[in-house]
C-alpha cells in the first residue's frame, strides 16, 4: 500500500499483467501462493480501476478459486473477464483467458463447452503465429476429448501439439505431448506405439 501510494507513476495495465504472470508462475510451482496474486491485484484495483486492470483482476481471482477446487466461481470470473478483453479488442489476451476457462469447464464435466472455448482459443492463437500456445490448448483439448474415451479425435489434437513444439524447440511441452499420445495409445490398447511414443517422451 505505501508503494503505491508513493509510486502511482507505475500503477497501470502493465502492473496488473505483472501480477498475472506472477500468478501464472506460482498456479504451476506454489498454488498457494496465488491468493497472495489475487490479495495484490485487488490493492492495485483500489488505485487504478481501469477495464483492463478490473479484467485482469477477475481473471487472477479466478486462478485462486481454481486453486481452490471452487471451479463454479472460476467459470463466471474467467466468463466476465474473458468478455471485458474480447470487447477491448485484446484478442490475444481474451484467448488466454478462454485456456483457463477451458480447464475450468472440464473440471466440472462440461465437456463440450469447454471444447467450443478451446477451439476459439486455438484459432486466435493460430491467426496470430503463437504456436507454443497455440500447442497447449492442442493438448487440452487432446485431454477433454480422451476422457469422453474419444482416443482417434484426442489423438489427432495431441499429434498436431507434437508437432508444434518439436517445429519450434519447444522441448520440454514435446515431451508432454509425446506422453500424452503414449497414453492414448495405451488406452487403445495399441502398445508398440504407446512404447515408441514413451522412449520419445
Not at 154 to 170: K, P, Y
Amino acid at each position: 500500500l505505501r508503494l503505491l501510494a508513493e509510486r502511482r507513476d507505475i500503477v497501470n495495465d502493465d502492473l496488473a499483467f505483472a501480477i498475472r504472470d506472477r500468478c501464472y508462475r506460482d498456479w504451476s510451482s506454489a498454488p498457494e501462493k496465488v491468493r497472495q496474486t489475487a490479495a495484490a491485484i485487488r490493492t492495485v484495483e483500489k488505485y487504478y480501476s481501469s477495464p483492463v486492470t478490473v479484467a485482469v483482476s477477475l481473471w487472477i481471482a479466478a486462478i485462486s478459486d481454481i486453486t481452490r477446487g471452487l471451479f463454479e466461481k472460476a467459470d463466471k470470473k474467467l466468463r466476465d473477464a474473458g468478455g471485458i478483453l474480447l470487447g477491448l479488442d485484446r484478442e490475444i489476451d481474451g484467448a488466454e483467458v478462454q485456456v483457463a476457462h477451458l480447464l475450468t469447464l472440464a473440471m466440472i464435466g462440461r465437456y463440450d463447452e469447454a471444447f467450443s472455448v478451446g477451439k476459439k482459443a486455438l484459432s486466435t492463437f493460430i491467426k496470430n503465429s503463437d504456436h507454443v500456445a497455440a500447442g497447449k490448448v492442442e493438448l487440452n483439448l487432446s485431454n477433454v476429448l480422451a476422457r469422453q474415451s474419444r482416443h482417434a479425435e484426442a489423438l489427432r489434437f495431441c499429434h498436431a501439439a507434437s508437432r508444434r513444439f518439436s517445429d519450434v524447440g519447444a522441448v520440454s511441452w514435446y515431451a508432454m505431448a509425446e506422453n500424452g499420445l503414449a497414453n492414448t495409445y495405451s488406452d487403445l490398447n495399441q502398445l508398440d506405439k504407446a512404447e515408441l511414443h514413451y522412449e520419445r517422451a
